[in-house]
């Protein structure tokens, strides 16, 4: 399974600033995503990280709100633009693995609070 | 839409007995799933995972069941311990879909020494 690291681990944000999430994978990796988890619920998939090309967002997600970039195949960002306190979520990244590429390993998650 | 499901939210187990959680999903053309567990302050971990041509897989101490004719899922865990405390999640991937994956409600798991 990959390792993948992210960053920060946790952040507390004034409203109307953004924060930019790292995700750092040890080894190169095809597909790379993000979720959102908010408080006491399950995952979201806000986007796929497309190396090369603009990321594919899910329904309710836009690129304005959560920029994304992925300059090569162990790296991404994940910017929360214009934060109000409904952004306040864990956001993880994830990568596609396992013989068949249909694992998904998860990264441990950035604890973001806006206040 | 489609969406995967659970039936209890929270579980609670003495240790040493088996814990069963369960989760439905309503996509028919579903064709891989996987159980997640989370600790506090930590990210899914996968615990286990089923494709659609199998209707059991055990790994360590632990069995998925999948029951195709009435979309449900299940995981169980045997002789739970307190290290099982955490919240489970079962997810949906289409088999050509790579990591996109529709996550179920989740379920609290507490086992009670």
């Known amino acids: 399974s990959a390792v993948i690291s992210q960053k920060p681990s946790r952040d507390i944000c004034q409203r109307g600033t953004s924060l930019t999430i790292q995700c750092q994978v040890d080894?190169?990796?095809?597909?790379m995503f993000w979720y959102r988890q908010q408080p006491g619920q399950s995952l979201t998939l806000i986007a796929t990280?497309?190396?090369?090309?603009?990321?594919?967002?899910e329904s309710g997600f836009v690129i304005d709100k959560f920029p994304i970039s992925r300059p090569n195949l162990t790296f991404s960002t994940l910017t929360v633009s214009n934060m109000s306190p409904e952004d306040s979520s864990i956001y993880l990244c994830?990568?596609?693995?396992?013989?068949?590429?249909?694992?998904?390993?998860f990264g441990q998650g950035t604890r973001l609070t806006v206040v | 839409g489609e969406s995967v499901g659970l039936h209890l939210p929270t579980l609670s187990v003495q240790e040493g007995d088996n814990s069963i959680i369960n989760c439905a999903y309503s996509?028919?053309?579903?064709?891989?799933f996987i159980w997640y567990k989370q600790e506090s302050g930590k990210g899914p971990q996968f615990i286990i995972d089923?494709?659609?041509?199998?209707d059991k897989r055990q790994g360590q101490r632990v069995t998925v069941l999948l029951n195709k004719t009435v979309k449900h899922l299940s995981l169980q865990i045997a002789a739970t311990q307190p290290g099982d405390s955490a919240v489970y999640f079962c997810?949906?991937?289409?088999?050509?879909?790579?990591?996109?994956?529709?996550f179920g409600q989740g379920t609290e798991l507490s086992v009670k020494p």
């Open positions: 994830s990568v596609a693995g396992g013989s068949m590429n249909t694992e998904a390993f």
């Open positions: 080894s190169q990796v095809t597909m």
């Open positions: 990280a497309n190396q090369g090309s603009e990321a594919t967002y």
């Open positions: 996509n028919s053309a579903s064709d891989y």
């Open positions: 089923i494709r659609s041509n199998m």
């Open positions: 997810a949906e991937n289409g088999y050509n879909q790579g990591g996109k994956l529709i």
